[in-house]
């Protein structure tokens, strides 16, 4: 019998955040993020000290997912940033630094907790109101009918990934694929829902970026020798498919748990073959030209097939399922009985392809609304970053048929928002605090931290030693080398803003930024000439950046807030 040991005590740790140890952790998470944010930000490589995957990014969701945390307040900071990730793939890093930010600031202040939560969510509603509005100065419409803006979306993420290795020639291309896939995955004729289909990303490591491409339906990678042997389909009608998620190879795996009964003298192999060519006359008898499985066909029943000019590919994966019945219409078989007529699907054509030194099925569908992206990259390194990716920007021109928006990016934004605020809390302070009981002082002292917070997270962006100035006109941001500071002509040195809108040759002033200077009204109301005549600009999702904003905020309160961690012995 084993020995019974007493419970221990739970560990409690009263005011967490004034320990030196966790201060210095979230210092060491913050230069983390920090140092991955933006277009030059530092690559990461994370690995097991043992041996096994390396991971190089700057990507918030596989730094994070290959980081191990074990405090509880760092816990909470990395889930909070991974469940926005995981809703929304963009503005991970941006929520993180923000987050970081303001818990630093705001800990140098000295109000009470319940003093600053309040305040931050009356900025926090400041801010979410003013981005929302017709009258925000950095929030440009998207116009689908021209791809202008929508380019200039996808080649921000892109640029932003260093660790894709991607060149200016290799960016545009890839962001002209991404735009294409999401395009194709629109329905032509909808009412008012919209389902959107589909873009499949197909590895293609070892070749040029620049041998990436699109094309319409699904690609299914098979062998050169599996090749040869299927004979190719001449029809001018469309093809009858049939789709199986259930093993056609004849083994027991499939029939689920309980007994199998076998009279004496049956062989059960051939019992079972027979009910598999039996199933293969049923598929021929109903015309089928196309057989697809999940798993594996068996190779009789591929032989008989092949006899009567039925294609059968197997081991398509689970993955390729759903864009299969998609495609093709079908409803998976799952049994090896009789089979209904309802079941098949059917597809316009079937070609085989080479791509590199991988050789294709190439399904071509009825209508368009499912794709593959065929992603090529040189090193197997640069292909998962650059995957990843293409992932986000897929999914952030999904957001934006949703809230067809964008804001400024290069860190305009930030400096903007930040000068809004200075300038609504110094002018109008009364409208934001509305009797809530706290004093115009501590309304000061915690904006001035927010705007702080905003203004570092934009000079995140400079990893070269530069500064970074402010105009006193639109608030947006500029950066110069860190050698040209003795030079007093700011417009020589300067030529765009971060976001690429507005050049130096306006009549502009310029500040450095965090520097003391009378709080300005930024303007507001974006010209619509500025933004048709800017060829290429830098910009963010607005739905992701929002939540960013607010889950950082959020995430920054309730770290604030804690009094206690009370942790588990046993």
């Known amino acids: 019998m084993s020995r019974l040991e007493a419970k221990k005590s739970s560990l409690c740790k009263s005011e967490p955040l004034t320990s030196e140890r966790v201060r210095a952790t979230l210092c060491v998470l913050k230069g983390i993020v920090t140092s991955c944010y933006g277009p030059s930000g530092r690559l990461k490589q994370l690995h097991n000290g043992l041996g096994g995957y390396v991971c190089t990014t700057s990507q918030s969701s596989a730094l994070l997912g290959n980081l191990s945390v074990t405090?509880?307040?760092?816990?909470?900071?990395?889930?909070?940033?991974?469940?926005?990730?995981?809703?929304?793939?963009d503005c991970g890093l941006f929520t993180a630094i923000l987050c970081c930010n303001l818990i630093e600031n705001i800990q140098r202040i000295g109000l009470t907790p319940t003093t600053v939560i309040k305040l931050n969510?009356?900025?926090?509603?400041?801010?979410?109101?003013?981005?929302?509005s017709q009258a925000c100065g950095c929030r440009i419409s998207v116009d689908f009918s021209s791809t202008q803006i929508l380019l200039c979306l996808v080649r921000s993420i892109l640029t932003s990934k260093p660790a894709c290795m991607l060149t200016r020639k290799e960016v545009d291309h890839i962001s002209a694929l991404i735009l294409k896939a999401f395009l194709l995955t629109i329905p032509e004729n909808s009412e008012d829902h919209i389902i959107l289909g589909k873009s499949i990303i197909v590895p293609l490591k070892g070749q040029r970026v620049i041998d990436s491409t699109v094309l319409p339906g699904i690609l299914i990678e098979i062998s050169e020798v599996q090749l040869m042997k299927i004979l190719p389909i001449k029809k001018s009608s469309a093809l009858r498919v049939a789709l199986f998620h259930v093993s056609l190879s004849g083994d027991l795996s499939d029939t689920g748990e309980g007994t199998v009964v076998v009279s004496y003298g049956v062989s059960l192999e051939h019992a079972i073959l027979d009910q598999l060519l039996n199933l293969g006359r049923q598929l021929v008898s109903d015309?089928?030209?196309?057989v697809l499985c999940q798993k594996v066909i068996h190779p009789s029943l591929k032989q008989f097939l092949s006899r009567h000019h039925v294609i059968a590919i197997d081991r398509v994966g689970v993955t390729l399922m759903e864009p299969l019945t998609k495609v093709t219409g079908t409803h998976p078989i799952g049994s090896l009985g009789s089979i209904s007529p309802s079941s098949y699907g059917s597809v316009k054509n079937l070609c085989s392809a080479k791509f590199g030194s991988k050789h294709f099925f190439h399904l071509i569908p009825h209508e368009t609304t499912i794709c593959?992206?065929?992603?090529?990259?040189?090193?197997d390194t640069a292909w998962d970053e650059l995957k990843l990716t293409c992932q986000t920007a897929l999914h952030v021109l999904q957001l934006t048929i949703k809230e067809p928006w964008v804001l400024l990016g290069g860190g305009c934004t930030e400096t903007h928002l930040a000068a809004y605020i200075r300038h609504k809390t110094h002018n109008e302070p009364e409208s934001i605090l509305k009797d809530n009981g706290c004093t115009q002082m501590e309304l000061q002292l915690i904006?001035?931290?927010f705007c702080s917070a905003l203004e570092s997270l934009a000079g995140s962006l400079e990893h070269d030693g530069g500064e970074i100035l402010t105009d006193m006109k639109y608030g947006h941001f500029w950066s110069i080398q860190a050698d040209s500071l003795s030079v007093v002509n700011w417009p020589d040195l300067l030529s765009q803003c971060g976001?690429?809108?507005y050049s130096s040759q306006e009549e502009l002033s310029w500040s450095f930024l965090r520097s003391t200077h009378h709080p300005f009204a930024p303007q507001t109301c974006l010209p619509h000439e500025a933004v048709g005549s800017a060829s290429s600009l830098t910009v963010d999702c607005l739905t992701a950046k929002l939540s960013g904003l607010q889950v950082a905020v959020e995430t920054a309160n309730l770290i604030l807030d804690l009094s206690y961690v009370i942790e588990d012995k046993n």
């Open 287 to 290: 015309h089928v030209d196309l």
């Open 447 to 449: 904006a001035e931290a």
């Open 499 to 501: 976001c690429g809108l």
């Open 71 to 89: 405090h509880p307040i760092l816990k909470i900071l990395t889930t909070s940033i991974q469940n926005h990730v995981s809703c929304f793939s």
């Open 372 to 379: 593959s992206l065929l992603l090529c990259n040189r090193s």
């Open 121 to 132: 969510k009356q900025i926090l509603s400041l801010c979410t109101n003013y981005l929302k």
